[in-house]
């Protein structure tokens, strides 16, 4: 028996926790003896630290515990590069040195019995500095370098392609647009900000954070203390809003841990609004140079696509800026370079569709550009450059549905009424405007696993070391799992948000269904599958859930890794 629970609408399972104030989110949690840290930060973007004086922070009322570059232990920082972390670079090391190399760079933690008294006790803190100029301003570089990755985002996507002799199409073509986009820096902001609970027991340690990936986390922290990484736990259940601010592990993570060590005690740090502007990572100014060539007919003769964005100095963030250019449209001369300037800024990171959203935007702009130049219907345009197979590298599309796409939508949203002159339309006194433009992104999956346990009384139970920031991972995952055992949703229980738990993929990049929730449908699978053998011809959903002597005989746990 099949429940058919996928496609059917459902509550969220979360839903009355997070409406009631019953769902735990990091900073929540009350751990017995907990104390409380506030970082101090540079207020300088580069020099070196020339004196910092603790003595008053020290004897301020409830303080525990002062740590500086002075008196911190040096922390091994062993070598990790998960694949949410920049490939080119070296994290930032904090309290291990008197250099700065960005503008709110932790310098010191203070820790004491209540968060007021850290927050006051930290504005103790007296720094004196030995400044050098810095580079915060992107239009100030002077040198915007080759990215020194291989690749922006995998093998086959390289930082400059060429393709055809786009210069000479671009010089030659009967219309023409060159323009230039500015994104400036968008600075993540979710609800909840980020945290970190910190608490050792001997050589182990316990981490309650606000993250994406709780496996990341703990081989991040095992590398820095240079601890096994199964001596950590990460316990993270809710978390609320990250948009890929979470899928790296920041440096008040590793704060929160040196505080407890040096305490002796559990200590949470807690980033204000105000420090998620340079405690977190950000999506990153871009400069893009975006010039079209076609011929009257609206023909793509050429297409040079020219980007550059900002980088910290200690790490090469690269967006994938060029990636939709290489295939969008079709055209046979096209050039794509990839930039950088490092300056002194904290190291950028995902947000949302990272790289793609930005570099579409500067694509697409263009286009409407052109369309306006060639006197041309914008939906038109892109229909007359529609390519036949992915023109970058020479394959064909496992599927695309672009001119259905563009059909359906001029359809439904009555494209044939809008009059093309600017400011022609208008709703009453408002001024309306109608506009079109494509997108896509990548199809992305990674290892998962999932283990699916069988009880007694004829319920389940199902887990993974996966994150839910908002989409909904408890209930899908939930849904998969009751639609493979054939049971009623309300007959299975998920767990994730543990690092305990069968490990899990980065819960970002749009690849959690595809990536846990197929390991959670072949754990499901296999476990109905056994206990059907064992049970004969009774199928689970038929079983009477409240009497053992009608389920399978023992648990049945059936782990599922998949790659």
């Known amino acids: 028996m099949t429940t058919a629970v996928i496609g059917k609408p459902t509550s969220r399972l979360d839903g009355r926790k997070k409406v009631t104030g019953g769902a735990t989110y990091a900073a929540e949690f009350d751990v017995p003896g907990q104390a409380h840290a506030a970082i101090v930060r540079s207020t300088i973007a580069r020099g070196r630290i020339a004196s910092i004086d603790a003595e008053s922070t020290q004897r301020a009322p409830g303080v525990i515990v002062v740590l500086t570059h002075r008196n911190a232990p040096r922390l091994a920082y062993r070598e990790h590069h998960a694949p949410v972390d920049p490939t080119v670079g070296e994290r930032l090391h904090v309290l291990q040195d008197d250099r700065i190399v960005q503008q709110g760079q932790p310098i010191a933690l203070v820790v004491a019995e209540t968060l007021e008294q850290a927050i006051h006790a930290a504005t103790l803190v007296r720094v004196a500095y030995a400044a050098e100029t810095g580079m915060t301003d992107i239009g100030q570089v002077t040198a915007i370098l080759p990215t ?66 709780v496996g990341n986390v703990a081989n991040e922290i095992a590398a820095v203390f240079d601890v096994p990484a199964e001596n950590i736990r990460v316990i993270s259940p809710f978390v609320g809003g990250a948009f890929g601010s979470a899928l790296r592990a920041w440096p008040h993570v590793t704060l929160a841990a040196l505080g407890a060590r040096a305490a002796g005690r559990p200590v949470k740090v807690m980033l204000s609004r105000r420090e998620m502007y340079y405690g977190a990572g950000f999506r990153p100014h871009t400069v893009q140079r975006v010039a079209l060539g076609a011929s009257r007919d609206g023909r793509l003769s050429a297409i040079i696509h020219d980007a550059y964005q900002e980088t910290s100095s200690y790490e090469e963030y690269a967006e994938a800026l060029l990636n939709a250019t290489r295939f969008l449209h079709s055209c046979p001369n ?174 970002g990049g749009s690849m959690t269904m595809a990536s846990v929730g197929s390991a959670v449908q072949a754990a499901c699978r296999k476990a109905r599958e056994d206990a059907l053998a064992r049970g004969g011809a009774n199928d689970l959903a038929d079983a009477k859930h409240n009497d053992p002597a009608n389920a399978a005989p023992v648990p049945l746990v059936w782990p599922a890794n998949l790659i």
């Open 334 to 507: 096209v050039y794509t370079r990839h930039r950088i300037a490092r300056m002194n800024v904290h190291t950028p990171t995902w947000m949302r569709a990272p790289g793609e959203a930005s570099g579409i935007y500067a694509l697409e702009s263009a286009m409407d550009e052109l369309a306006v130049a060639l006197q041309m219907d914008p939906v038109e345009l892109r229909l007359r450059n529609e390519p036949e197979q992915d023109e970058f590298k020479k394959l064909p599309f496992s599927s695309r549905s672009t001119r259905e796409c563009y059909r359906v939508g001029a359809e439904r949203f009555g494209w044939s009424r809008r009059n093309p002159e600017p400011r022609s339309m208008r709703d009453g006194r408002w001024l309306l405007g109608w506009g079109m433009a494509t997108a896509t992104y990548p199809m992305n999956f990674a290892p998962a696993s999932a283990m699916a346990r069988l009880l007694p009384d004829g319920s389940a139970e199902v887990m993974s070391a996966a994150s839910d920031m908002g989409p909904g991972t408890w209930t899908s995952m939930t849904q998969v799992a009751a639609d493979a055992l054939g049971l009623p949703i309300e007959r299975v229980s998920f767990a994730l948000g543990d690092n305990r738990l069968p490990k899990s993929s980065p819960h």
């Open 148 to 213: 020194q990755q291989k690749t922006d985002q995998g093998s086959t996507r390289p930082s400059e392609t060429h393709r055809g002799d786009p210069e000479n199409a671009l010089e030659g073509a009967e219309v023409k647009v060159d323009r230039t986009y500015v994104i400036p820096r968008e600075n993540h902001n979710p609800i909840e900000m980020h945290a970190t609970i910190a608490a050792w027991d001997g050589d182990r340690l316990t981490l309650w954070d606000k993250t994406q990936w």
